[in-house]
């Protein structure tokens, strides 16, 4: 491996790198996000308790069997093959002309949401029982129950996971370059295939790709610890009503403050 | 205030999808699929230089002896070329899909092929070589059978992998799927040599200092059909006839210098 050569191929081919970047992060960024919403609404619909009966059950199982199948399907297939089958099937069976970019980011969503949907089904499962009775038992709905309740801690207790799906969608992308998405790795290929220096160019995309998923879980990381809130803080109100050191002391500072 | 924001998002998310689904509208174009990855036939590069046509959502260029032929072929047909950048596993599935309306990529007409895709004329023949590093155990090989015990491969869904059988006692390595994956394997010394045509061994040979070129005396064996080069068409396609009254037109002369040509300007480190 030569330094200067790493130099040479960033100073001459840095847009190509650059807008290579640019489509993965792009992609993989509205991949997940799409996809994590795919993943919170199959979430809430799979944990939907089934009534004894009724018409409302014949349609949850429905709703609930397709759910499955389309999780299965897109969990346990490559990602390159649907994109081979989404991209080249559409136009050949239904003669739809998909964009690449758009075909892409629709892979990517669509393969997230089955990953993220399992993902957000593990959080609410793992949220105590208790809580979804005492939410019912006031009268909520499944959906506010959901809502006010399950879901604050669920997304909580997924983003470690999310994160995970992030940093995979962003090295993942590299098997769009069979449908014609020129993202970072098929840009390092083209550049590799110009000027024969393999080891230098792909050092290049690595250190790149590092950066980018070394950004994106300190980023994770960071709303994490703002979800968190500080470790250690003062009941601005106890359920006992009654006065306690610490309420003094705030009282005391704020009339001191006002004063 | 929340909710708002959550809105936004997603509403901006929707335009977002809504507008990179909109493709251009089809017109009187001619779109052509290649790799932009295999020079001197076809590589991409940075600015329009050299005759190099813009690549179809992109904002790079595509040159070579391919867009060069391409760009003739449109011309004849008077449509407008669009390059569509695609790899090479995912040319055929364009091409019969309907995505681009030909593979002009250094794509030989193989009888394997021909089953699901139709072919042009020839507009290139090539002779195969074998790329090995300078200076090692089988720098100076004449023979294919020179290369006994020795690891070689071939780019994937290629004749360049089957005629390797030729070689007695060769240790036939896994085929891989394009020429970065192989020269990064030659370079590292995980195989011996692989399988090259003739323009790509000599690009080879001149952007990195390490390879070297073999040239048989006693070489494969093939049939011309599989050293020619030509441009894949859809079955029963209609541009067929149009695509070879254009080749015609293009004399062996304007050929090499094409070739020629292109070997020079393909761009280096």
């Given at each position: 491996m030569?330094f200067?050569i ?11 790198f650059?807008?290579?970047?640019g489509v993965?992060?792009?992609?993989s960024?509205i991949?997940?996000i799409?996809?994590?919403i795919?993943?919170?609404?199959i979430?809430i619909?799979r944990?939907v308790p089934v ?5 409302k059950k014949?349609i949850?199982k429905?709703?609930n ?12 297939t490559?990602m390159?093959v649907?994109?081979?089958?989404i991209?080249?099937g ?5 003669d739809i ?17 089955a990953?993220m ?15 979804f009775?005492?939410a019912?038992a ?5 959906y506010?129950?959901m809502i ?13 996971a999310t994160?995970n799906e992030?940093?995979i969608n962003?090295k ?5 370059n069979v449908?014609s998405?020129?993202e970072?790795y098929?840009q390092?290929?083209?550049?590799a295939?110009?000027?024969?220096r393999?080891f ?5 995309a690595?250190?790149i790709?590092f950066?980018l998923t ?6 994770l990381?960071?709303?994490?610890r ?6 250690n ?5 106890n359920?006992m009503?009654v006065?306690?050191?610490e309420?003094?002391l ?8 006002n004063? | 205030?929340?909710?708002?924001y ?7 998310l929707?335009a ?9 509208s089809?017109?009187?174009?001619f ?11 076809n590589w991409?590069?940075?600015?329009n ?7 179809q ?15 003739l ?6 449509k407008e ?5 695609t ?11 309907g ?6 990529a250094g794509?030989?007409?193989t009888?394997?092929r021909?089953?699901?895709i139709?072919?042009s ?8 070589v074998m790329?090995?590093k300078?200076?090692g155990?089988y ?9 006994k015990g020795a690891?070689?491969?071939a780019?994937l869904?290629?004749?360049h ?7 007695e006692?060769?240790q ?12 990064v394997?030659?370079?590292s ?6 399988v090259?045509?003739r323009?790509?061994?000599i690009?080879?040979e ?14 494969f064996?093939t ?5 020619a080069?030509?441009?894949g068409l ?7 006839e149009?695509?070879n009254?254009?080749l015609?037109k293009i004399s062996?002369e304007?050929?090499?210098e094409?070739m ?5 300007n393909q761009?280096g480190e």
């Open positions: 030569d200067n790493i130099i040479r191929t960033i100073s001459k081919y840095w847009p190509m650059l807008r290579g970047t993965t992060l792009f992609i960024t991949g997940t799409v996809g994590f795919i993943g919170l609404v979430g619909i944990t009534p004894e009966r009724g018409i014949q949850l429905v709703v069997a397709i759910l499955s199948v389309y999780v299965e399907v897109f969990r346990g490559p390159i649907q994109a081979m089958v991209y080249y559409s136009k050949q069976a239904f002309d998909m964009s690449p970019l758009f075909a892409g980011i629709f892979i990517v969503s669509i393969n997230t949401g990953y949907a399992e993902i957000v089904r593990g959080g609410i499962v793992s949220i105590d029982k208790g809580q009775e005492a019912y006031i009268g909520m709905s499944h506010q129950t006010n309740v399950v879901l604050p801690q669920v997304i909580r207790n997924i983003l470690p994160g992030f940093v962003i993942d992308t590299s098997v769009l449908i998405v020129t970072l098929f390092t290929n083209s550049v295939g110009n000027n024969y393999f230098e160019t792909f050092f290049i690595s250190v790709y950066i070394f950004t994106v879980t300190r980023i990381r960071y709303i994490e703002k979800i968190d809130g500080p470790e803080y003062i009941l601005l109100a359920q009503q006065q306690t050191p309420d003094a705030h009282k005391q500072q704020g009339a001191n403050i004063r | 205030m929340k909710k708002r959550f809105a936004l998002i997603v509403l901006l929707s977002v999808l809504l507008l990179s689904a909109c493709g251009k089809e017109g009187n174009t779109k052509v699929g290649m790799e932009a990855g295999y020079p001197p036939f991409t590069q940075l600015d230089s050299n005759g190099a046509v813009r690549i959502n992109s904002a790079e260029y595509a040159g070579g002896y391919d867009v060069e032929i391409a760009k072929i449109a011309e004849h047909m008077g070329l669009v390059i569509v950048k790899e090479w596993t995912g040319l055929i599935p364009a091409l019969t899909s995505k681009i309306d030909a593979i002009i794509m030989s007409p009888a394997e021909m089953e699901t139709d072919f004329d020839n507009y290139y023949t090539s002779d195969l790329v090995v300078k200076g155990k720098d100076g090989a004449t023979s294919i059978q020179d290369f690891k070689i491969t780019q869904n290629t004749f992998y089957t005629v390797i059988d030729q070689i006692g060769v036939k390595m896994t085929a891989m799927d394009d020429f970065p994956a192989m020269r394997a030659l370079e010394g995980i195989i011996d040599g692989y090259s045509e323009p790509e061994g690009s080879a001149a952007a990195n200092s390490n390879f070297k070129m073999i040239v048989f005396e006693d070489g064996k049939s011309p059909e599989d050293t080069i030509a441009v859809r079955k029963g396609s209609e541009l067929r149009k695509i009254e254009a015609a062996e304007k050929r090499m094409l020629d040509n292109a070997i020079k761009p």
